[in-house]
């Protein structure tokens, strides 16, 4: 398979500091997606309510969690259903006279002020990834899955925390893909085969060549697969994401068809 030129390993370490027991602390800041620290961070536990936790984020202001994780949790929810209140009110007068062109950038755009907002909750994590937090899982495995230990405490945001959380639990069960007779496993930040219609489509569609094909953004590698699977002599597979490349070597090695796909 195919690597990039520049891969989409991990960014320099940033740090991220706040004012704590007296002083100026600090730890490395994680964000999968490459946002920058949060330049204001107050601590906050579980006595921060959802209306003041809302306006701090929409005011750009993270909080650093010291309560109860599950608390945390329903803190972000809570913050989530302010925001899903908010466009409700204006949403027939906002999209009165506007293009689709328009309407449609308006909500990327509040789908990304949305990410912003909801990214403001802080997650502290020690060396190890363990979290020091009342209640909170184990998401050592999860986290190590996706970011390079460096032996550092760091920090990251409750709603990434949560999207590798999910990726783990997705990685290790799979998904079934009927038309490959198999499972493909994908990993964090690669596209998930969860529907099928693409897939049966390559399945049963006549081949122009059982010589040669490319997989152009491979992924998890299910298209590479299912043409090595159809009996073409060479699969090239290539992808722009060193993690997606992986993702797919792992997933052909386990189907018993890497030696069909290069």
């Given at each position: 398979?195919?690597?990039?030129?520049?891969?989409?390993?991990?960014?320099?370490?940033?740090r991220?500091?706040?004012?704590e027991?007296?002083?100026?602390?600090?730890a490395?800041?994680?964000?999968?997606?490459?946002?920058?620290?949060?330049s204001?961070?107050v601590?906050?536990?579980?006595?921060?309510?959802?209306?003041?936790?809302?306006?701090?984020?929409?005011?750009?202001?993270?909080?650093?969690?010291?309560?109860?994780?599950?608390?945390?949790?329903q803190?972000?929810?809570?913050m989530?259903?302010?925001?899903?209140?908010?466009?409700?009110?204006?949403?027939?007068?906002?999209?009165?006279?506007?293009?689709?062109a328009?309407?449609?950038?308006?909500?990327?755009?509040?789908?990304?002020?949305?990410?912003?907002?909801?990214?403001?909750?802080?997650?502290?994590?020690?060396?190890?990834?363990?979290i020091?937090?009342?209640?909170?899982?184990?998401a050592?495995?999860?986290?190590a899955?996706?970011?390079?230990?460096?032996?550092?405490?760091?920090?990251?945001?409750l709603?990434?925390?949560?999207?590798?959380?999910?990726?783990?639990?997705?990685r290790?069960?799979?998904?079934?893909?009927?038309?490959?007779?198999?499972?493909?496993?994908?990993?964090?930040?690669?596209?998930?085969?969860?529907?099928?219609?693409y897939?049966?489509?390559?399945?049963?569609?006549?081949?122009?060549?059982?010589?040669?094909?490319?997989?152009?953004?491979t992924?998890?590698?299910?298209?590479?697969?299912?043409?090595?699977?159809?009996?073409?002599?060479?699969?090239?597979?290539?992808?722009q994401?060193?993690?997606?490349?992986?993702?797919?070597?792992a997933n052909?090695?386990?189907?018993?068809?890497?030696?069909?796909?290069?």
């Amino acid at each position: 398979m195919s690597r990039p030129a520049a891969g989409s390993g991990e960014q320099a370490a940033l740090r991220l500091s706040w004012e704590e027991h007296g002083g100026t602390q600090s730890a490395r800041w994680r964000s999968e997606s490459g946002l920058p620290p949060p330049s204001r961070v107050v601590v906050a536990d579980d006595r921060l309510t959802a209306d003041a936790a809302y306006r701090l984020a929409c005011e750009g202001t993270a909080m650093l969690w010291r309560g109860d994780y599950h608390n945390a949790r329903q803190l972000l929810q809570a913050m989530a259903r302010r925001i899903a209140r908010g466009p409700r009110r204006v949403k027939s007068a906002s999209n009165v006279g506007r293009s689709p062109a328009e309407s449609f950038h308006l909500h990327r755009q509040a789908q990304a002020q949305r990410a912003r907002t909801l990214g403001m909750l802080l997650i502290p994590f020690d060396a190890d990834f363990g979290i020091p937090l009342r209640r909170a899982p184990d998401a050592r495995a999860a986290c190590a899955e996706v970011w390079e230990s460096d032996g550092q405490p760091c920090v990251a945001s409750l709603r990434e925390l949560l999207g590798l959380i999910g990726a783990h639990q997705w990685r290790r069960k799979g998904v079934e893909v009927p038309a490959l007779g198999g499972r493909i496993h994908p990993w964090y930040g690669v596209f998930s085969p969860v529907r099928g219609e693409y897939v049966d489509l390559v399945a049963a569609a006549p081949l122009p060549s059982e010589v040669l094909a490319f997989d152009i953004g491979t992924g998890t590698g299910v298209l590479a697969a299912m043409l090595a699977r159809r009996g073409v002599a060479r699969v090239v597979a290539t992808d722009q994401d060193e993690r997606a490349l992986a993702c797919a070597r792992a997933n052909l090695t386990q189907l018993g068809l890497l030696d069909g796909v290069e």
